[in-house]
């Protein structure tokens, strides 16, 4: 039987139905089965930012695009902030992913936390907010990304990279007078893929792939 209700929601990633306009947070927290509903925060993510929903909070579906919530077990939130958008989150830790997808950052930028120096966040990796003080976190302009090759990743700066560049990650041992290199790649810039041969530079992404085999000139 089709689904007749008006308005929907995102909450933890699944898709939630309903045919009021206006919720509260105990509706939300309610119409996932989070009980008790106290034991539990509820985050909206919208804007770029987060903010965390009480009870007796009420949104308006109609006012906001494609909404979303995140549930999480526990009593407190931490704050952060990430381009300068004030955040809130319902755990002691936040994910490099959820940082990219919550404040919409394009995954060719690298993730900065302030408030520790300038440190890169790595794109797998996280970020305590238990600690005294708010990170402030912001996206700059990558210097390095991170590439496979054959199989391996191999942090690079971000610029064109010839064929011998490339070829010597594969086998830093490459002789280029006794030896051909094949070299292909795939999920490069705006998805590009193919063969790299000598005299070719080509520049590199986060996540770009490289094979690269040797074979005896003679």
């Known amino acids: 039987m089709p689904d007749t209700s008006n308005f929907t929601y995102k909450l933890d990633g699944r898709l939630v139905a309903t045919d009021d306009a206006i919720l509260s947070g105990r ?3 309610g119409n996932a089965g989070l009980n008790p509903m106290s034991d539990y925060v509820l985050i909206q993510i919208v804007d770029r930012a987060s903010r965390s929903i009480g009870l007796d ?8 695009d494609e909404p979303e919530f995140l549930s999480f077990k526990g009593d407190r939130t931490f704050s952060l902030t990430v381009n300068e958008r004030g955040f809130e989150w319902g755990a002691a830790t ?3 992913a959820d940082i990219y997808r919550c404040a919409s950052i394009d995954e060719d930028l690298e993730l900065i936390l302030d408030s520790a ?30 590439i496979k090759v054959n199989g ?4 690079v700066p971000k610029k064109k990279h010839s064929y011998r560049e490339i070829a010597l990650l594969a086998y ?3 002789d280029f007078d006794n030896f051909k290199y094949t070299i292909t790649y795939l999920k490069g810039v705006h ?3 193919g063969d790299l041969v000598e005299g070719e530079k080509i520049e590199v992404k986060n996540g770009m792939v490289f094979n690269v085999r040797r074979a005896d000139k003679s």
Do not use: H, N
Not at 57 to 64: A, F, K, N, P, Q
Not at 123 to 143: F, P
């Open 191 to 193: 998805g590009a893929e």
């Open 117 to 146: 120096g300038d440190a890169v966040i790595p794109a797998d990796g996280e970020v305590t907010l238990s600690e005294k003080g708010v990170e402030r976190i912001r996206g700059r302009e990558a210097k390095t990304v991170i």
């Open 94 to 96: 936040i994910s490099a």
């Open 152 to 155: 391996r990743p191999r942090t």
């Open 57 to 64: 909070e009420t949104i308006d579906l109609r006012e906001v």
């Open 172 to 174: 830093p041992d490459a």
């Open 27 to 29: 509706d939300i927290r």
